[in-house]
């Protein structure tokens, strides 16, 4: 469960990578968590969930569910990976969002529209009353600057605001599992396919296109998140490291971040760009599937969990597809 699902997720995504050049703001200590909500510990090796098993014939295409955010501490290590590598004919992995200083430089000077308040304006002047003082509120529990990100647009402050929300519970989008596999592929010479699914330019058009009433949605949703989702996060976060998929399973989206997912959904605020997204995931699996042999692939869990979703959609094409088999938690990290 997350407020930034797709969009969001893409952008809160760029902007934990890029939040420094794009912040040009001081640093501001960052207050404790409340103290009902204890930090995330989850240190060591973890396999994650077991994969999918998407198959017909001789085509084979194993799926790694990849959530985020994740705990701060593990690292990943899935020997179920690697021993599928030996036999694997191709691995697809999302294309990266590689972003440097010089591209936001660009983008703040180009495009600023899209991601700063016009005008001379601040986030309180163009916020609906009742989300800025909910934002308000919301900032003090995370940082101590009163001011932090008053010059961002509502939904870029409210991204912001997540990441450190995150951050304060041990939570963080650091680790790709994508880079991770796509790393072993490598190692053993396995041909490696990015799927792009979708680039900075299409984020920002999609913020260009985004109608207030879309965004106001989708910020109401990043803060019930900030709010009272986070235990619900952690306990996501802590049931993929362990491979439980069923506990995973088992929380429901709050109806504020199903909202903004129907309104993303609608294409007038994203330009068809989520649609966009499933399309050329499913692309990519057919294509695989199309052919004898063992693909790896590793795709947004909730691309594969939600209704209707990608599992569901191979599931009526025919296709056959046996769920993981949980697997019990790797022991600690070995020093050195």
């Not at 991204?159 to 929300?165: G, T």
Request: net charge neutral; aromatic share 4%; proline share 6%.
């Amino acid at each position: 469960m997350s407020a930034m699902k797709w969009l969001i997720a893409l952008l809160a995504s760029w902007l934990a990578a890029s939040s420094t050049a794009l912040c040009a703001e001081p640093g501001s200590a960052t207050a404790a968590p409340p103290d009902q909500l204890q930090e995330l510990v989850v240190t060591g090796e973890r396999t994650g969930p077991g994969l999918w098993h998407v198959h017909k014939g001789a085509a084979n295409v194993w799926i790694l569910g990849s959530i985020s955010p994740l705990p701060k501490g593990i690292t990943w290590r899935s020997t179920q990976v690697e021993r599928l590598l030996a036999s694997t004919n191709e691995v697809l992995v999302p294309k990266p969002l590689e972003i440097g200083i010089v591209r936001i430089l660009w983008l703040l000077i180009t495009e600023r529209s899209a991601l700063m308040v016009r005008g001379g304006r601040r986030l309180k002047d163009v916020m609906p009353t009742d989300l800025y003082a909910r934002f308000v509120k919301d900032r003090a529990r995370f940082t101590s600057d009163a001011q932090k990100w008053e010059r961002f647009r509502p939904i870029v402050a409210s991204a912001f605001l997540e990441q450190q929300a995150f951050h304060s519970v041990g939570l963080s989008a650091r680790l790709d599992l994508g880079a991770a596999v796509r790393t072993l592929a490598k190692k053993r010479d396995v041909p490696v396919e990015e799927v792009k699914i979708a680039g900075v330019g299409d984020l920002v058009d999609a913020l260009k296109s985004m109608p207030a009433s879309t965004e106001n949605t989708c910020v109401d949703a990043s803060l019930v998140t900030v709010e009272s989702g986070l235990p619900q996060l952690i306990d996501r976060a802590r049931a993929w490291a362990t491979g439980n998929i069923e506990s995973i399973q088992s929380h429901p989206e709050p109806a504020q971040v199903d909202a903004c997912l129907k309104a993303l959904d609608s294409g007038a605020a994203s330009g068809d760009l989520l649609a966009r997204i499933r399309r050329t995931w499913l692309a990519a699996l057919l294509k695989s599937l199309a052919n004898a042999g063992t693909t790896i692939a590793v795709v947004n869990m909730d691309l594969l969990l939600e209704k209707d979703g990608l599992l569901e959609e191979l599931k009526q094409r025919g296709y056959e597809v046996d769920p993981p088999v949980s697997t019990p938690p790797a022991g600690p990290t070995p020093s050195g």
